[in-house]
């Protein structure tokens, strides 16, 4: 089972179960590396998560034992949903949120893929 510095995978953290079919999404795409679908609290008008198949907490576990076919595999998944979803010439956000100081919530490696709207900047700032 991967581990990152953020600890074990949990194999019943939701994305596991929504991998497994256990809890049903509204699904953008799915290959044999990758599922994308609808966020439940969207924040802009395109919102979508895009997950790999496999048992990732972080992008430092994933980078270091995927194999490169999973890598590149999930890589394109993230390109092909943008495409597909129109977001290329507007353009539009990728954000991967890693461990608890970052605000991720689910202890499983996703991408979230925000469009249809003006952003804005990343960061509000001072940064204090």
């Known amino acids: 089972m991967p581990v990152s510095g953020l600890g074990p995978y949990d194999p019943n953290n939701i994305f596991a179960r929504i991998l497994r079919g256990e809890i049903p999404c509204k699904k953008v795409y799915e290959d044999q590396w990758a599922l994308a679908f609808h966020d439940i609290n969207p924040v802009s008008p395109v ?3 895009v997950i790999p198949k496999g048992a990732y907490v ?6 270091a034992t995927a194999s490169a076919e999973e890598i590149a595999g999930f890589i394109r998944a993230v390109g092909t949903v ?3 979803l129109g977001l290329e010439a507007p353009g539009y956000r990728l954000l991967a949120n890693m461990g608890e100081d970052s605000g991720q919530e689910v202890p499983h490696l996703h991408f979230h893929l925000f469009g249809g709207r003006k952003m804005g900047p990343m960061l509000t700032r001072p940064l204090t």
């Open 47 to 49: 919102h979508v998560l």
């Open 58 to 63: 972080a992008f430092a576990d994933f980078s």
């Open 82 to 84: 943008a495409r597909d």
